[in-house]
Antibody, heavy 116, light 107 residues
């Protein structure tokens, strides 16, 4: 069974940083690209970033480009999202998702709240 | 960026009735379209990919159609567990983009 477990969310002040992690199990982690998708409270789904199998190619939504960095450690079956210069509009549940290339598996998400 | 537009925003349907949800892309996405269902407090669940292929475990009352820019998700006979928010998503181009969602509520 595919499992994706996110962690690292919390309350952070505007301009601050957080690093999210997603530990995967139940599938061959190093054989799949992965993504982060977020959902602001009461709003729809918003794709954030993706990374290829080797980690050499990354993609970002315009809204986070230059502030967020996606990475992966295939030896640890872990996906990361480094979030810098956080803004109030980054407040959301952040989901780790396994694309195939559609998102066939999702974690339960980790809540990031950006507020002073 | 490809903009995905769903309609209607809210659909009120009685149990046992048919529901038809629409999704339109601002440019062609071929058949690279997925549908997701999301219930309150839960992560989204993949329903359909390739515009018309049901994901594993999805009941046959769900069907998808369309290609290019216009797509439809049909639920043939709504069950109580189908009342939820539905999102379409294109995976033809970067960035990946979602529609704003259609809420299917009990009439």
């Amino acid at each position: 069974e595919v499992q994706l477990l996110e962690s690292g969310g919390g309350l952070v002040q505007p301009g601050g940083s957080l690093r999210l992690s997603c530990v995967a199990s139940g599938f061959a982690f190093s054989n799949y690209a992965l993504s982060w998708v977020r959902q602001a409270p009461g709003k729809g789904l918003d794709w954030v970033s993706a990374i290829t199998i080797s980690g050499t190619t990354t993609y970002y939504a315009d809204s986070v480009k230059g502030r967020f960095t996606i990475s992966r450690d295939n030896s640890q079956n872990t996906l990361y999202l480094q979030m810098n210069s956080l803004r109030a509009e980054d407040t959301a549940i952040y989901y780790c998702a396994k694309p195939g290339p559609y998102f066939d598996s999702w974690g339960q998400g980790t809540l990031v709240t950006v507020s002073s | 960026e490809i903009v995905m537009t769903q309609s209607p925003a809210t659909l009120s349907v009685s149990p046992g009735e048919r529901a038809t949800l629409s999704c339109r892309a601002s440019q062609s996405v071929s058949s690279n379209l997925a549908w997701y269902q999301q219930k309150p407090g839960q992560a989204p669940r993949l329903l359909m990919y390739g515009a018309s292929t049901r994901a594993t475990g999805i009941p046959a009352r769900f069907s998808g159609s369309g290609s290019g820019t216009d797509f439809t998700l049909t639920i043939s006979s709504l069950q109580s567990e189908d009342f939820a928010v539905y999102y379409c998503q294109q995976y033809n181009n970067w960035p990946r983009t979602f529609g704003q969602g259609t809420k299917v509520e009990i009439k």
